[in-house]
């Protein structure tokens, strides 16, 4: 009686052992580390407004890279200094500007009352305008220094020459000059001095003349307080 009563159990755990292998199967492999997670997809349904998520999204432990580009950025993209110093810029020579430098004696003129011409040009009352020089003086335009020598000479009598100096009471200040061709144009600041009649045409030829040797114009012009020297001086 024993021996089919086990064998009965023994069929009985052996038929249930086969229906609980049937119900779920072989065990499922592992999931491995390195297979990548199914990428979110989504599907629009024709006439749906909203596309509708059929996967949920997962993170990779992997970046992942786009196509095209490297998985490491490379070195070779920047190429690498130079050891050799880069040449300098050409440097290009100064342009010399305005008159060059020198040193020179300046021309200065004064009166030789009653002269009638015989020492230099002739002006009015039958006087004479002559040239002088002073020292050696540097300059680069010598119309200034010319001029301004001139207005800065305070005696009336210059020297032992005999020659007279009728601007030395004036109170003339040089505001600059320009040459336009063979005409050479000064402005002055200031009020003349002058001492009479004569001294008109003598302080005109002392300012023209001077500015004319200065420059080496063959005539002059001269404005004092923006004025033409005539106007001012058809006042005295």
Known sequence: MSGPRLS????????SLLVLTGC???????PSSSSAAP????????GSASPST??????????????GSSAAPTTSAAAPPSSAPASPPPT?????????????????YYVAVGDNGGSGPAIGCGDSLVATTTAPVRF????????EALLAN???????????????????TYLGGELNGSTITISLSGQFMLGGVCDVPRAKGQLEYTAMAASG???????VNGRPIDEVLSLK
Do not use: C, H, W
């Open 39 to 46: 990428a979110p997809t989504t599907s629009a349904s024709p």
């Open 140 to 147: 680069t335009d010598q119309v200034r220094p010319s001029i």
């Open 24 to 30: 779920f199967g072989p065990p499922a492999p592992a």
């Open 54 to 67: 059929t996967a949920a999204p997962t993170t990779s432990a992997n970046p992942t890279t786009t196509p």
């Open 154 to 172: 305070k005696s009336r009598d210059v020297g032992q020459s005999g020659l007279i100096n009728v601007l030395y009471q004036s109170t003339l």
């Open 92 to 108: 290009m020579e100064p342009t010399p500007t305005g008159l060059p430098e020198q040193v020179a004696p300046l021309t200065v």
């Open 217 to 223: 114009a063959t005539s002059a012009q001269v404005f």
């Open 8 to 15: 009965a159990f023994s069929v009985l755990g052996l038929s």
